[in-house]
């Protein structure tokens, strides 16, 4: 596989308080990557730095370019989505308003109605609530609302902040059936932050362990899930 994001050095700040120290990392093309760690450990600023939403230093690459100081906008014409913690849809809007809006950076309006259709395809209950305002979703529809506006940008790379929070486990396991079918049939490297650490290592290839913002285990998800540290802080058995 061809490393598609290289990180090195990445160092992050929320004014004075440093929250990363020194993360190096890199994500293959095609690849499904998980962090895991505690709360506070720096999953999250991690992706709000690859998106430059936070104070940063080091060198973050992506296709071979420097993303530091590039414009949140501008990294997201890149083929970069981020679906952040909290799922932040457009409450207001419908869900077909907040696909339509996914697409808004886009021209090829029969591709655009064509991807909508797909997206219908990956969550049905989407096309049964379309006309439907996006906050009167339940949780799991407003977070499968979240990801399908987010392939609407056709990214090549996607940021995954816990996508499990809040939900029901049943959900929840449908939930990451379908990033794995994104995955594999869409051909979108994910990088996702998750606290169900069991689920985010059955998903995915690849797996980085944080603590107090430094990388202190990574390796292939199998690997990090037989782990005995991991299994005892992480899996709980």
Avoid: W
Wanted: net charge neutral.
């Amino acid at each position: 596989m061809t490393a598609m994001l290289n990180i090195k050095d990445l160092r992050s700040y929320y004014g004075q308080v440093q929250a990363l120290h020194g993360l190096s990392f890199a994500l293959n093309e095609g690849s499904l990557t998980t962090l895991l760690g505690a709360n506070g450990a720096g999953k999250t600023t991690t992706l709000r730095a690859i998106c430059n939403m936070v104070r940063s230093t080091g060198a973050i690459e992506f296709d071979g370019s420097s993303l530091m100081g590039r414009s949140t906008e501008s990294i997201v014409r890149l083929g970069i989505a981020h679906v952040p913690q909290g799922r932040g849809t457009f409450t207001s809007l419908t869900v077909e308003e907040n696909l339509q809006l996914g697409a808004i950076s886009r021209r090829d309006r029969a591709g655009i109605i064509a991807d909508i259709e797909r997206m219908y395809g990956y969550f049905p209950v989407l096309k049964e609530r379309y006309t439907q305002q996006a906050g009167t979703l339940s949780g799991g529809e407003q977070q499968m609302l979240a990801v399908a506006r987010a392939l609407m940008l056709k990214p090549r790379l996607m940021l995954l902040d816990e996508p499990s929070f809040g939900l029901a486990p049943l959900i929840v396991r449908d939930l990451f059936k379908i990033l794995g079918r994104i995955n594999r049939e869409e051909k979108v490297t994910i990088l996702v932050v998750e606290q169900n650490a069991q689920l985010a290592l059955e998903l995915a290839d690849q797996a980085h362990v944080i603590e107090t913002g430094r990388i202190v285990m990574s390796g292939g998800a199998k690997e990090i899930a037989n782990n005995e540290d991991v299994r005892k802080s992480y899996l709980g058995y």
